[in-house]
């Protein structure tokens, strides 16, 4: 059952295309994460879904309800953080939970259950001006607040976004927690590393969904053969390869660098040791890997940046 | 040669401690990560290298300058660029670079060569007359770094230079920032993407105001028993 239904959507700025042929559907109970770089489309997409912004073409359903028709029904059942800080600094955390449960109509008590994992670690702050709690405190007041009346839809755009990655795995163990009371999650980010735990991913790039799919099949959809190299010598070694002539990707990882072959791949691996060799890189380990989605990812960009070049 | 000297630098807000009593050195052509977690006091102590804050006790030399009475000397010797503030907008790409040129006075008839310079090794050239709100991010950045190179600083600050962009742009970033270092501009980064740690000669984990930890990646990984820098950051950031 899918609590969003999004068909050929469409969305212009004057003459930027900022959306092109979006569809996808949101399941009941579902973490779906949009994967992007700022200015891929994800703001405008979320602006559409909270019945902000009103789209070109397409068809957008939410709980059934149609999103041009009854935008004012839609707006009581989803929760909505977003991309732009949405609190109020002069007010207190408390007060600003208030305000939020006071729009929606609805009382504290009522759900604070449900938010009591996340209110919990602000109780003691709960008489501090948001405009001066950390990031990652403001994030988790702002979840709280995009909740405290219950919706079954909550659109989550770049909630870790200048988040550190502590209370990033903080607050992605929070919305595991959201998902099990049925709450459907819609989530944006800018950060490869955290879409592993949404249960599928659509990539946006240049206003186009250019994969959606599961984590795992994502990497099993992986084309190349992926090896990854231990150097000191990195950023030299990446300048060296600007010359390299063969069909493979390369860009460093953390202190390895990650190559992938495409064609022939025993023959270039020998190919390439050489050239090592020859350049005298020291190396420490030279070996096959399995993808994570990061590389995935950037194998899918390179593949579309191509295909419209 | 130390182009940052650091000396048991604090700076309290009231009762709060921001920054509490932190020393370090970074060489000349080094890449310093300066890593921590919302809160930990990164921010205020850049500011304060940067000449904007004044601490409230301790000394720093930054570009051989001493941050107490030489904060205007120190403002022309280092560059700065952030995710949040870059170029502005309704500038186009030369104009946004001539504008910062020519703030940090940068002689006239060199100003061009050096944007063209510049301009040229991004590939941006025929571009060079676009509005920068019409530009993707990612080039955006790339020029904003360069843009801060322009006066030729001894040292360039780099607030989380890479958030946001994409996988591959934030990589031709950082070999932009080798390129820096290898000509001897030393580069102080602050970032929450923890591979781009490792990428870094040597890097320092800031909580609660302390200088918790610094040294090469691989040092640090050793001397923690950790495998990778996201546990050491884990380790030291859990509260």
Redesign the interface.
Same mark, same amino acid.
């Given at each position: 059952m899918s609590v969003i239904q999004v068909q050929n959507l469409n969305k212009s700025y004057n003459n930027l295309q900022a959306l092109t042929e979006i569809s996808f559907e949101l399941h009941k109970g579902e973490i779906f994460g949009i994967i992007g770089p700022d200015g891929a489309g994800k703001s405008t997409l979320f602006n559409i879904l909270a019945t902000l912004l009103a789209p070109d073409s397409g068809d957008v359903s939410i709980l059934g309800m149609d999103l041009n028709r009854d935008y004012k029904k839609i707006r009581k059942e989803i929760g909505y953080l977003p991309g732009t800080f949405s609190l109020y600094p002069d007010l207190t955390v408390l007060e600003n939970l208030k305000f939020f449960a006071a729009m929606y109509q609805s009382g504290i008590r009522e759900n604070l259950t449900m938010i009591m994992p996340i209110w919990r670690q602000l109780i003691p702050f709960k008489n501090r001006l948001v405009g001066k709690l950390s990031g990652g405190m403001k994030q988790k007041l702002a979840l709280c607040c995009a909740l405290i009346h219950k919706p079954h839809i909550l659109l989550l755009d770049e909630p870790t976004t200048g988040v550190d990655p502590v209370s990033r795995r903080e607050f992605w163990d929070l919305l595991a927690q959201i998902k099990s009371y049925g709450i459907s999650v819609l989530v944006s980010t800018p950060y490869m590393d955290e879409v592993t735990r949404c249960d599928r991913i659509a990539l946006l790039e240049k206003g186009r969904f250019i994969v959606i799919d599961t984590p795992p099949q994502i990497i099993k959809d992986y084309k190349g053969k992926l090896y990854a190299l231990k150097t000191t010598q990195l950023f030299y070694l990446l300048e060296l390869l600007d010359q390299y002539e063969e069909n493979c990707s390369f860009y460093p990882y953390g202190e390895y660098l990650h190559i992938s072959f495409y064609q022939d791949v025993e023959q270039a691996v020998i190919r390439f040791r050489d050239f090592l060799n020859q350049n005298q890189i020291n190396y420490n380990s030279f070996q096959e890997i399995t993808p994570i989605l990061e590389d995935c990812f950037i194998e899918l960009i390179k593949k579309n940046r191509d295909v419209h070049h | 040669m130390y182009t940052i000297e650091v000396h048991n630098l604090t700076k309290r807000f009231g009762s709060f401690t921001a920054v509490n009593n932190i020393s370090f050195q970074v060489k000349r052509g080094e890449i310093f990560g300066f890593l921590? *977690? +919302?809160? *930990?006091g990164k921010t205020t102590a850049m500011k304060m290298m940067c000449g904007l804050l004044l601490p409230t006790s301790g000394t720093a030399r930054i570009a051989g300058y001493d941050l107490k009475t030489e904060s205007k000397q120190i403002k022309k010797e280092i560059g700065y660029m952030s995710?949040r503030f870059s170029l502005y907008d309704d500038l186009t790409i030369k104009e946004n670079m001539t504008l910062f040129g020519t703030i940090y006075k940068v002689p006239k008839q060199e100003l061009n060569e050096r944007i063209e310079g510049h301009l040229t090794e991004l590939n941006l050239m025929k571009h060079k007359d676009q509005l920068v709100s019409s530009i &993707?991010?990612?080039w955006k950045q790339k020029l904003a770094f360069s843009t801060a190179l322009l006066h030729h600083p001894k040292i360039v600050f780099l607030d989380?230079p890479t958030?946001?962009?994409?996988?591959?742009?934030r990589?031709e970033f950082?070999?932009l920032i #080798?390129k820096a270092a290898a000509q001897g501009v030393t580069i102080f980064i602050t970032t929450?993407?923890?591979?781009e740690a490792? #990428?870094c000669e040597r890097i320092s984990i800031m909580a609660e105001g302390d200088l918790k930890l610094i040294g090469t &990646?691989?040092e640090l990984k050793i001397q923690m028993g950790v495998n990778t820098?996201?546990e050491l950051?884990?380790h030291f950031? +859990?509260?």
């Open positions: - | 921590g *977690a +919302n809160g *930990a995710q &993707p991010l990612g989380e958030s946001g962009v994409d996988p591959i742009v990589r950082w070999s #080798y929450h993407y923890m591979d490792s #990428y &990646p691989t820098i996201d950051f884990t950031v +859990n509260r």
